[in-house]
T-cell receptor, first 112, second 111 residues
Framework: EPEVTQTPSHQVTQMGQEVILRCVPISNHLYFYWYRQILGQKVEFLVSFYNNEISEKSEIFDDQFSVERPDGSNFTLKIRSTKLEDSAMYFC??????????FGPGTRLTVT | GQNIDQPTEMTATEGAIVQINCTYQTSGFNGLFWYQQHAGEAPTFLSYNVLDGLEEKGRFSSFLSRSKGYSYLLLKELQMKDSASYLCAVRVGKAGTALIFGKGTTLSVSS
C-alpha cells in the first residue's frame, strides 16, 4: 500500500539555524499539507499546496516558513531561522481523489 | 473562531464498548474525520462522515448530526491496542482544504 514518507525522523538544530524537512507524498495525490504538533498539544495546520502553489496557510505559517515541490516528488518545508518554540512533530499529509488525508510518520524537530 | 471539543481522557476495560463524543462550532462544514494516534506516531484515518447518520467499519462506527454540531466515535470489543488518542477533525472548506483538529481524547484500555 502506498504511503507518505518523511525524512529525517528526528532533527536536532540550534536556535537561529535553518532546517529543511522533507516529504514524499503518495504519487498520484494532488493536495499536500504540513501540520505540526507540539508535545501534548493538538495537531495544527500550517500550509497546503496544490498545483505547485500554496492554496491555504494558517497564521502560524509566517515569513520564517516556506514550502517547495522542487522535483515533482519531494515536498519540503523550510524554517529559515528556528526558534525554541518551533520544537514539535511535523507531519506531512496528502490526499488524492478521495477525502481522507494520509499522514506521514513525522519529523521530530528539537531546537536547542 | 473554530472550536472543536472532546473529552480529554476516558478509561474502559477490554471487551467493553466506549463512545467518544465531539462537538464542533465552525465557520463552515464539509466533513468530519476521526483519526487514531498512538503516542509518538502519526494520526491514522479511522472514519469520515459528511452526511447525518451512522457509518460502520468493523469494530468502529462514527455518527454525525450536522444540525447539532455533534459526532461520536463508537469502539466495540475493546482491545488493549485501542489505547491511544482519538482525534476529531473538521474540514471547513471545500475538498482539499485543511483539517481543524480537536485536542484529542486519550483512551486507556485496561484488562
Amino acid at each position: 500500500e502506498p504511503e507518505v514518507t518523511q525524512t529525517p525522523s528526528h532533527q536536532v538544530t540550534q536556535m537561529g539555524q535553518e532546517v529543511i524537512l522533507r516529504c514524499v507524498p503518495i504519487s498520484n495525490h494532488l493536495y499536500f499539507y504540513w501540520y505540526r504538533q507540539i508535545l501534548g498539544q493538538k495537531v495544527e495546520f500550517l500550509v497546503s499546496f496544490y498545483n505547485n502553489e500554496i492554496s491555504e496557510k494558517s497564521e502560524i505559517f509566517d515569513d520564517q516558513f516556506s514550502v517547495e515541490r522542487p522535483d515533482g516528488s519531494n515536498f519540503t518545508l523550510k524554517i529559515r531561522s528556528t526558534k525554541l518554540e518551533d520544537s514539535a512533530m511535523y507531519f506531512c499529509a496528502s490526499v488524492g481523489q478521495a477525502f481522507e488525508q494520509y499522514f506521514g510518520p513525522g519529523t521530530r524537530l528539537t531546537v536547542t | 473562531g473554530q472550536n472543536i471539543d472532546q473529552p480529554t481522557e476516558m478509561t474502559a476495560t477490554e471487551g467493553a464498548i466506549v463512545q467518544i463524543n465531539c462537538t464542533y462550532q465552525t465557520s463552515g462544514f464539509n466533513g468530519l474525520f476521526w483519526y487514531q494516534q498512538h503516542a509518538g506516531e502519526a494520526p491514522t484515518f479511522l472514519s469520515y462522515n459528511v452526511l447525518d447518520g451512522l457509518e460502520e467499519k468493523g469494530r468502529f462506527s462514527s455518527f454525525l448530526s450536522r444540525s447539532k454540531g455533534y459526532s461520536y466515535l463508537l469502539l466495540k470489543e475493546l482491545q488493549m491496542k485501542d489505547s491511544a488518542s482519538y482525534l476529531c477533525a473538521v474540514r471547513v472548506g471545500k475538498a482539499g482544504t485543511a483539517l481543524i483538529f480537536g485536542k484529542g481524547t486519550t483512551l486507556s484500555v485496561s484488562s
